[in-house]
T-cell receptor
Framework: GQNIDQPTEMTATEGAIVQINCTYQ??????LFWYQQHAGEAPTFLSYNVLDGLEEKGRFSSFLSRSKGYSYLLLKELQMKDSASYLC??????????WGAGTKLIIKP | GAGVSQSPRYKVAKRGQDVALRCDPISGHVSLFWYQQALGQGPEFLTY????????KSGLPSDRFFAERPEGSVSTLKIQRTQQEDSAVYLCASSLAGLDTSYEQYFGPGTRLTVT
């Protein structure tokens, strides 16, 4: 079966750095997405990785290792508005997005 | 409009009622997706349209669920004889290109369906 694993919840302090991990087992791989979802709102796109390595975009970076079936999202200089759920999703061989359950990130002052 | 819109935002239905959920994708977007999201979970794929063609409906949980996109723009997800387990947020997303690409999906705000 297809499986995406990420921690259920994480807590971090304002101004700090946090890394949210995602491991996956899917039938094929055509890229990995990270989305941010605030409570009661739509998911919004953060990043897309299809090749191994680190993609940096401002305070957010995303890393991919295809051989390990592993990705992480790194958030720097955390702000209170970063409190949200972070969803990892893999595009499988049928180009269907397989989603993780999301990691709820709680930022404390 | 600039983004994907969905209506209604909230819907309460009595068990056994039929409901229709509307999605207006971003103008010009070829692909349209419907997802079901339970509280504290990631979205679960329901169905996919490329223009007006429904290319994948493998995620629809039962034959009570039906979706259409007759003119390749607005889409409607219909649920007949609603059951309590249908209570969830229904998300619509659109994407610029066809399925065999990695274009990001843009999501609407969702319709929260509560079946009582």
């Amino acid at each position: 079966g297809q499986n995406i694993d990420q921690p259920t919840e994480m807590t971090a302090t304002e101004g700090a750095i946090v890394q949210i991990n995602c491991t996956y087992q899917t039938s094929g791989f055509n890229g990995l997405f990270w989305y941010q979802q605030h409570a009661g709102e739509a998911p919004t796109f953060l990043s897309y990785n299809v090749l191994d390595g680190l993609e940096e975009k401002g305070r957010f970076s995303s890393f991919l290792s295809r051989s390990k079936g592993y990705s992480y999202l790194l958030l720097k200089e955390l702000q209170m508005k970063d409190s949200a759920s972070y969803l990892c999703a893999v595009l499988d061989s049928n180009y269907q997005l397989i989603w993780g359950a999301g990691t709820k990130l709680i930022i404390k002052p | 409009g600039a983004g994907v819109s969905q209506s209604p935002r909230y819907k309460v239905a009595k068990r056994g009622q039929d409901v229709a959920l509307r999605c207006d994708p971003i103008s010009g977007h070829v692909s349209l997706f419907w997802y079901q999201q339970a509280l504290g979970q990631g979205p679960e794929f329901l169905t996919y349209f490329q223009n007006e063609a429904q290319l994948d409906k493998s995620g629809l949980p039962s034959d009570r669920f039906f979706a259409e996109r007759p003119e390749g723009s607005v889409s409607t997800l219909k649920i007949q004889r609603t059951q309590q387990e249908d209570s969830a947020v229904y998300l619509c997303a659109s994407s610029l290109a066809g399925l065999d690409t990695s274009y990001e999906q843009y999501f609407g705000p969702g319709t929260r369906l509560t079946v009582t």
